[in-house]
């Protein structure tokens, strides 16, 4: 429990309208005020005179492997990851082995966390039992031993009827569902989005309509049991627009998007390294849901800006090197993503839009403030969790120095604008590139 005040620094806290030059003072753990600069601090000082101070990033989609896949990632890694991003909590999906789908499995990750991990990591429960789509998982068990939401993430729930049950018994729970939304029999075998570039590279494609027939059941389910839906990770312009009609009708739908889907498209499968002028089939621009089209990613960042999709996840994917140094249809999915998610959301959208959306916005998406009050804000009493970026500062993307353990990204070699300059956790200093 530190003190530390931020001084000099334009806060930005969307939640509460702010952005002021202010010191930000943090005691004991707790933001305490956003004072005139130049007052009296106690404890540690963090001069941010030129720099944009604002609430740590709130993840609600990320993968961080342990238990199970701790060649992937640990708690340990993934969470120095999120504090090198800029994310003072992050929440972790249940696709671990054994997966989250009991008291237990939340209890080890709530323990590992509290000892090794460097910021505050939410677990997300299954559900259904091993993810296995059949039956469900004890959810208000695992409500109770304190999961924030409830996914099959990785997968869907296929089966519409449990899927109807699990949304009857998560709203009794007042806890979201949030599905990984794919129509399997549209999916199956695909590795890239269903396109030009899957014809030419001859790769099986995945169809936008494998995700949109799955939003629009789960749209349907939402109105049916009056139960919150959260979409995971939409990725295409038909999704975009029947979310947009669904919040049109009044009904209880919400939508995050990636970074990633925010800022590439297809086309990075043919432009990462090949040898000689080969088409490149990037297994690092691999990912589920694969990257689409331009007029794709056009409705996403349209549907960001009007709060259509109500926030930013990352999605954090890690895998071990081997996992991705093979042949595209063999390789695994995803992309490690919460050490670029920053620099990539300004690529898209602006730096006052990015904050919101990657602070109060998720907070409020899964409202999280339910176990962590004041959680993605700088409100009096709020956690102290505080991150400092420098917007116009370029650096390269350089896989090898990231604390993840997964270095998979599309985007090694690029030059990005927007860094991470430090990160408070209660007020304490997990990441410093001063
Ligand atoms: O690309 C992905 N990777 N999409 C998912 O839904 C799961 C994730 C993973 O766990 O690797």
């Known amino acids: 429990m530190s003190d530390i005040t931020v001084r000099g620094g334009r806060v930005l806290d969307p939640a509460n309208g702010f952005d002021a030059v202010a010191d930000v003072v943090v005691r004991k753990g707790v933001v305490v005020e956003l004072a005139k600069p130049g007052g009296k601090a106690s404890g540690e000082t963090i001069d941010a005179a030129g720099l944009v101070v604002c609430p ?12 199970g896949f701790e060649h992937k990632e640990t708690i340990a890694t993934g969470t120095q990851a999120a504090a090198r991003g800029g994310f003072t909590t992050v929440c972790a999906m249940p696709n671990t082995e054994p997966a989250t789908d009991s008291a237990g499995a939340v209890e080890f990750i709530l323990r590992t966390a509290a000892a090794k991990g460097v910021v505050r990591v939410l677990p997300i429960g299954c559900v259904t039992k091993g993810r296995a789509g059949h039956e469900l998982a004890e959810l208000s068990e695992l409500a109770d ?42 999916a199956a075998g695909g590795v890239m989005h269903e ?45 975009v627009e029947l979310v947009r009609a669904a919040k049109a009708r009044g009904l209880p739908v919400t939508a995050e998007v990636t970074p990633h889907h925010l800022t590439l498209t297809h086309e990075a499968v043919l432009t990462g390294p090949s040898e000689g002028g080969a088409l490149a089939y990037d297994t690092n621009a691999k990912v589920n849901p694969p990257l689409r089209t331009p007029e794709d990613v056009a409705a996403c960042v349209a549907g960001l800006l009007d ?59 899964l409202e999280l403030a339910r176990h962590v ?22 650096w390269t993307v350089e896989p090898e120095t990231f604390a993840s353990l997964g270095k998979n990204t599309p985007l090694a070699g690029r030059t990005l604008k ?11 200093v997990v990441y410093d590139a001063r």
């Open 56 to 67: 740590g990033f709130v993840d609600i989609h990320a993968h961080l492997r342990e238990p």
């Open 145 to 186: 031993a304190g999961v924030v939401a409830f996914s099959d993430d990785g997968a869907p729930v296929t089966d519409a009827a449990l899927m109807r049950r699990a949304l009857e018994y998560a709203g009794m729970l007042q806890t979201p569902v949030i599905d990984h939304a794919e129509e399997p029999a549209l």
């Open 195 to 239: 396109g030009w570039v899957s014809t030419r590279l001859g790769l099986r494609g995945v169809p936008a309509a494998a995700e949109e027939t799955a939003v629009a059941r789960d749209i349907a389910l939402a109105e049916t049991t009056g139960s919150r839906v959260h979409i995971a990770h939409i990725s295409t312009a038909g999704s």
């Open 307 to 365: 709060a259509t999709i109500d926030c930013i996840a990352t999605d954090h994917a890690p895998h071990a090197t081997q996992d991705k140094l093979c042949e595209f249809d063999a390789a695994a999915m995803g992309i490690s993503g919460l050490e670029t998610a920053l620099a990539l959301c300004l690529t898209a959208i602006p730096l006052e839009a990015a904050v919101e959306r990657l602070t109060i916005a998720p907070a409020t998406t």
């Open 373 to 394: 009050p004041g959680i993605g804000s700088l409100s009096k009493g709020a956690p102290g969790d505080v991150v400092i970026i420098d917007p116009e500062a370029e």
């Open 418 to 428: 927007g860094r991470v300059v430090a990160t408070v956790y209660g007020g304490k």
